[in-house]
DNA sequence: AACGTGACTTATT
DNA sequence: GAATAAGCCACGT
């Protein structure tokens, strides 16, 4: 513990810092899902930062759409491609999927069987019956 | 700097 | 059970 108040910088780059950190969090969890897999933005929202909302895990893909995120596999808690429209085609999102081996239920992803659980356990966590 | 918008989710009507 | 409201936070205008 040699300096921890080494604010030199403005408190500005602490908000900045958080919120890359989150961004970052979220690049990585996205990254961490294996091919053949979907998860949501209500789950990574919670584990990149549980007090962030889902949305901002969308605006994160959106501007990790440049980098090596695999955007296509995260969708909404529905199962549903709600961010095709951004992959320059609304159909390309679901032909990534389709190519990672995805089942498709309509136009909406098989969650059943494609749900990607990063550490959650095998139960839901505040759902009810469901 | 206020206002509107958005790749979400949950609760209420 | 579909439609509406509200919470969420960042970003562009």
């Keep these: 513990m ?5 604010k030199t910088k403005s408190k500005t780059s602490e908000s900045q810092q ?6 970052t969090k979220v690049y990585q969890l996205t990254r961490s ?26 605006y994160a893909m959106h501007t990790a759409a440049n980098s090596d995120v695999p955007c296509h596999r995260v969708v909404n808690r529905n199962g549903e491609l709600t961010g095709k429209h951004h992959f320059g085609h609304p159909d390309l999102m679901r032909d990534l999927l389709l190519a990672e081996g995805i089942q498709f239920k309509g136009e909406s992803v098989d969650m059943q069987k494609h749900f990607y659980d990063f550490a959650k356990p095998s139960k839901s966590k505040k759902r009810k019956s469901d």
Excluded: D
Aim: proline fraction near 3%; avoid cysteine.
């Design 2 to 6: 040699i300096k921890k108040l080494v």
């Design 18 to 23: 958080r919120k890359e950190n989150f961004y």
């Design 33 to 58: 899902i294996p091919k053949g897999k979907v998860s949501t933005y209500g789950t990574i929202a919670e584990l990149a930062g549980s007090r962030v909302s889902a949305r901002m895990v969308g």
